[in-house]
């Protein structure tokens, strides 16, 4: 979930510059402003919708001129924690992309760093943790997330809010299992071989770690609801490293803790990668919204949650550096796939990749509202 500024886009002079934060960002948005009867949230309940909603995750951020401007002499956590700044950059791409969401520029690594971890987002790597955790006194170093430890998101959500107005907030957390491998590794991993080792070496302390992480995201995104995000994402980025046995011993239950703690009041996506296997167990785990990723059709996804939940996705984040008729023959394919889920909201199967011609992110946008 790091952002790295070392890239170069197309020059900023493409950023439109008529467009205020709180114009509609479609033509169809409800006249009462109200972002629970836009089309993401509608879409994410199952309803209809005028048009298949879109949002990218990583749209704020590294791919954009205006985002690198901003951020300079600032480093990622610093940003994180200061509201006037999130709400800068959470509103860059709705701006100039005209997407139907805007999520909250984090990090999930923030209420880790809020309760007194040691942690750091380096540049090129990702998050690194000071001191790994490995034994059970290394958990008493995490404390439980309280709203007193993370002011500043309240604040940014606030300002948001008033900021967007009809157009939806999506708040996220990292998932149980994701935060723990990078606490247990120290930083990012390919293997995840301490993780594993420690998830069946030591299963007591694995279920009490995670059960803290539990604790800390559903906190941390109950606080982002309770401040009016809309919807909520919980990533579990790399939970596609486990074999199924191994997720419905170890990690659902407590995927499922933060999930159905939160409750439904407002949708929940719950999104991860390389998880085809896990699909049907993780939208099971109480989500409104199963994230796909590119490696799995969304006709494959919704036979593999049974048809009862919406579905987002899934365009590879690579082929938006192809010409452009093969990226309007492949959003018009997955739009038309995405007919045959609940509800669907149009995403990548992945992030933005940082050198993403922003441009053509635009064009996506403006097709797939075409498309009705």
């Known amino acids: 979930m790091a952002r790295s500024d070392s890239v170069t886009t197309p020059d900023s002079s493409a950023t439109p510059t008529s467009q205020t934060p709180t114009d509609p960002p479609y033509a169809d948005t409800p006249a009462t402003g109200d972002p629970s009867q836009s089309a993401l949230v509608q879409a994410a309940r199952g309803r209809a919708t005028p048009h298949t909603p879109v949002w990218f995750m990583r749209q704020a951020g590294r791919s954009l001129p ?19 700044l999130v709400t800068e950059i959470t509103l860059q791409p709705v701006r100039r992309h005209q ?34 955790i490995a034994t059970r006194a290394d958990l008493d170093r995490l404390p439980e997330l309280t709203p007193e430890h993370v002011p500043y998101i309240t604040d940014a959500i606030r300002s948001l809010v008033a900021e967007l107005g009809p157009t939806p907030l999506i708040g996220f957390s990292g998932a149980p299992f994701t935060l723990a491998s990078y606490l247990i590794e120290g930083g990012p991993s390919k293997t995840h071989q301490r993780t594993k080792a420690l998830m069946h ?101 919704v036979q593999r949650t049974g048809g009862r939940h919406a ?43 940082p050198d993403t011609d922003p441009t053509v992110l635009t064009r996506v946008v403006e097709l797939v509202h075409s498309l009705g």
Not at 78 to 84: K, L, V
Not at 319 to 338: D, H, N, S
């Open 99 to 132: 997407v139907d969401a805007a999520i909250l520029f984090s990090d999930i690594v923030v209420p880790l760093k809020a309760v007194g971890l040691d942690i750091d987002i380096v540049a090129g790597t990702g998050p690194v943790v000071a001191e790994p």
């Open 311 to 353: 579905v987002q996705g899934n365009l590879d984040p690579a082929l938006l550096f192809a010409p452009w008729p093969v990226i309007e023959e492949r959003v018009t394919q997955l739009v038309e796939e995405g007919r045959g889920a609940p509800g669907h909201i149009l995403n990548l199967g992945h992030g933005v990749l």
């Open 201 to 301: 070496g030591d299963p007591e302390l694995w279920r009490d770690l995670c059960a803290r992480l539990a604790q800390i995201a559903r906190t941390f995104l109950q606080v982002q609801i309770d401040a009016g995000a809309s919807a909520v994402q919980l990533f579990d980025s790399w939970v596609g490293a486990l074999p199924r046995a191994d997720y419905l011993r170890f990690v659902e239950p407590h995927s499922r803790a933060v999930l159905q703690g939160v409750g439904d009041r407002v949708p929940r996506i719950h999104f991860g990668v390389g998880t085809g296997e896990l699909l049907g167990d993780m939208a099971a785990a109480g989500t409104e919204v199963i994230g796909v990723d590119f490696r799995v059709s969304l006709t494959d996804a």
């Open 66 to 84: 205006e985002y690198r401007s901003l951020r300079q002499g600032t480093n990622m956590l610093e940003t994180c924690a200061t509201p006037d």
